[in-house]
């Protein structure tokens, strides 16, 4: 199975601090190599450029990078030059400067028919110190973070410890998926993607889990260098029932930003496995063959204040008691979510 690039959108309002997260994600790619769309290059600075030379409408980097100009046609054109087999880049972030409108953006990317892509989510970035100001001029902003499956509430070195908590929970009332705190852009950038290596994996989801996250025994990784994450494992022998789970999915959980890993649903006349890629309200099963002995789910869920227990519950509760009466109608509902 050859891995999809996640593309990832990049909003937030005028200096709230998407370039300087985008410039750490480029410093701290840990091998990955990061393409990078801006709608126009005069309007950003980054770091990395000043070492690039110009080739055609791309920017190479030295880093590996590429860095292209999204322009009014939309983002398909220049994705199909950077997503295509054997493409020199393993992530994609369009850097939304200047757009009044990233869900827009964000559409663009999910109507792609660019089969080499997958969406890699919204990522808001909000000036911690400003919230309240930018949300009384632009009230559009409370929806951007509520669309958003990360929100990145950036600039809390400028606020006092009660100010600080104060605005983060105005943020995580407002926001349905996942929300971490930074200064100057330092996230993990394990949140956001997969190490290279284990995204062409058969087994995601176990090697997520000890070889990609390398996190310290509470589960949060880097947590003095960059604002940590956490993550969930769930296991099961046990067959999941189908429309328990698409249950699950779509009872959007709390902090979840991303879920990944291979199920079994077990039902009669359904012996394949689904591959589940999830990022936000966004779902996608891949569906191929079982490696010999290895017919189990296994997920990993990837967020922040993520409630371990409650999570690992409701999806126990999607452990089929008797998957042997479960038709192959009952996987049906998994249909819209597969992609050839
Ligand atoms: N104190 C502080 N300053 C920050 C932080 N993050 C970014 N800045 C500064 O805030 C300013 C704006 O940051 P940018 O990264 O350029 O913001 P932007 O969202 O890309 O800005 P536009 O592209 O103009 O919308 C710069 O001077 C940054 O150095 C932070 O966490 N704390």
Redesign the pocket.
Known sequence: MTARIPVLVLA????????????HLLRNNDGRRIGVLVNDFG???IDAMTVAGQVDAAMSLENGCLCCAVDADGVDPMLERLAYPGAPVDVIVI?A??IAEPRQLVRMVLSTENPHIEFGGMVE?V?A?EFDDTRARHPELDDHVRFADLVVV?????LDAAERERVIGSVREIADGAVLP?????ISPGILFDDPAVRESAEVARQLSFADLDHDEHGCRDEHMHAAYQSVEFVSDRPLNPSAFLRFLTERSRGVYRIKGPIDFGASGEQRRYVLHTVGVYARFERSRWPAGQRRTSLVLIGTDLDADDLTGKLESCVDPDPDTVDEYGALGLARFVQA
């Open positions: 937030g309002y005028l200096g709230s601090g998407k370039t300087t997260l985008l410039n309007s950003i600075n850097e400067s200047g970035v000036d110190a950036n600039k809390t070195d400028r930074a200064e100057h852009g330092r």
